[in-house]
């Protein structure tokens, strides 16, 4: 469906094509505006008038939320806040068990940034959000998907103390 949806943006009919994979999706506009964040009142305008232009961004929003309720963008795709050094360590795909994760990068060096990362994380559709334990005790406030607190390991703050200790 969706991408009967985006080839029809380039011809004619768009605004017809979105009421019918609303309706094929049992969906209302309040609610598939509810779904995307997308104004109702713009839905409106772009079903009621073929011809009504609108943001390239409103179309990808459009498109990524009939793609979400088609299940196609089901990849497993995580969201790591955290310094950007820290994140350089990281690959951008990890294996486990036998099944690959995606890692979406989002830097952050304040507890605000963090914050504001975890909301744009969610907003891209990641599947969760790993990130420190003051930043994640906020953030399951503020998003619905799952979120876990990385914390150091005895180990390695006991390297880093020895570390630090032999510099002094």
């Known amino acids: 469906m969706w991408s009967e949806l985006l080839r029809s943006c380039i011809t004619d009919g768009f605004g017809e094509h979105l009421r ?3 309706n094929s999706l049992g969906m209302s506009i ?3 505006s509810e779904e995307t964040e997308i104004p ?9 008038d ?6 390239r961004s409103t179309l990808r929003q459009i498109i990524q939320g009939v793609r979400r309720l088609e299940g196609v963008d089901e990849e497993n795709v995580l969201a790591i806040i955290t310094t950007r050094t ?3 360590t990281i690959g951008r795909t990890i294996e486990i068990d036998g099944g ?3 890692i979406k990068e989002f830097p952050a060096t304040t507890i605000e940034e963090a914050i504001i990362q975890g909301v744009r994380a969610e907003k891209s559709g ?4 790993i990130c420190g334990p003051i930043a994640a005790t906020t953030l399951e406030r503020a998003v619905d998907i799952p979120i876990t607190a990385f914390r150091f390991d ?15």
């Open 40 to 48: 109702v009142s713009t839905l409106y305008k772009i079903i009621s």
């Open 126 to 129: 990641v599947k969760g959000i």
């Open 154 to 168: 005895e180990g390695l703050l006991l390297d880093a103390i020895a570390k630090l200790a032999e510099k002094l």
């Open 30 to 32: 309040k609610d598939f």
């Open 86 to 88: 820290a994140l350089d």
């Open 50 to 55: 073929g011809q009504k232009d609108f943001r």
């Open 100 to 102: 690959s994760v995606k």
């Open 20 to 22: 019918e994979t609303l």
